[in-house]
């Protein structure tokens, strides 16, 4: 953070005590600090009781600091994991559509180094229980996920950023992915259905590092797609906006979703990808390389970056990976592809690049990368 910065905090009012504490550290970094708060609870209102005029209404306020701001925090405290669960999916697509340019221009800001961005989750009772577990426990996984229990947490994260590099080097120039693996027979899902064999065109993509320095807990490392076809089964759920989809299995042609069911709330699946036309297209694919992370929460922040998983973003692409796609939906779906890794006795899956092998099990298998 730099003397003069413009700093937007965004956070749950419930969170103060968090905002305080950043609120601080961005007044001693002689920035101009300012909280504006974003809560869910007001969200289900709105989203409950507004009409079409006012779920599409853009608020100026907001549009003008995410202009103007030179560093934007979210701070992630969730009071209700599944505040808008119960709202039509209707409704939340109308939403997700209007803030389709928000979204894009505050992208592109962030890709043209306009603005900084930095999200984190401070723990809180709701988020443990929907992890399963207590308050005390979430806190301390939080903490391992962050690598602050190491001596020196700074050091273990520029050495993930060093194996990022190398793996990145590798990746350089190769043209297209592979993710596959083999049904997962005793899921209970559709067995016969449920491997993958997704082709992935990463030509002219950009790869981009995330070892800790926008979000944290960070690590993956992700790409802008050119184009996919072929299926993909997701091991593990998709919660977006409180709902929980599950089974989600996606066949890409031509680069867009030309078929989407689920075994869990199908219904809620296909009107979000309906919000938009660019909500359909692959807008980021990405492998998971925190180690540190190992069980499935239902939180896609730490989800996503699992060590031994891979996941895609359907909807908008960041513009510094080389994908311009543009929608107001960004969801990321996560896949295992370690063996166990969703239940005893799953199997395993491969990432080829170019027809090369190069992840197995949930490993990078040259020297030097991430899980090597």
Known sequence: M?????????????????VEAVFEAVLRAGAHPSFHPRSGRLAEIMLRQGGAQQIE????????????????????????????GGVAAERLAMSQRARRELMAMSMARAAAGEMRYVLSEIPTAAAAQEAEMSLRQYEDWVYRAGMLDRPDPVAAWQELDRQHKRAIQWLGGKRVLRFVSPPRDGSGGRSDHDGTDLTVDVTGGTWISCAGGENFPDGEIFTGPAGADGVVNFTYPAVFRGKEVRGIRLRFAGGRVADASATHNQD?????????????????????????????IRNTFFDEKIGGTFHLALGAGYPESGN?????????????????????GSPGGEIFADGELFHRDGRFIHAGMPGA
């Open 2 to 18: 730099r003397p003069g910065d413009l700093v937007t905090i965004v956070s749950e009012p419930a969170g103060m005590g968090g």
């Open 57 to 84: 209404h853009i608020c100026p306020f907001e549009q003008f600091r995410l202009q103007r701001c030179d560093v934007l925090m979210v701070l992630l405290q969730p009071v209700n994991t599944r505040a808008t």
């Open 268 to 296: 809620h699946l296909l009107t979000l990808l309906d919000s938009d036309d660019g909500a359909r297209v692959m807008g980021e694919i990405a492998i998971g390389t925190n180690y540190g992370l190992t069980d499935f």
């Open 324 to 344: 311009s796609n543009q929608s107001g939906l960004h969801w990321d779906m996560v896949s295992d592809l370690r063996p166990g890794g969703t239940f005893p």
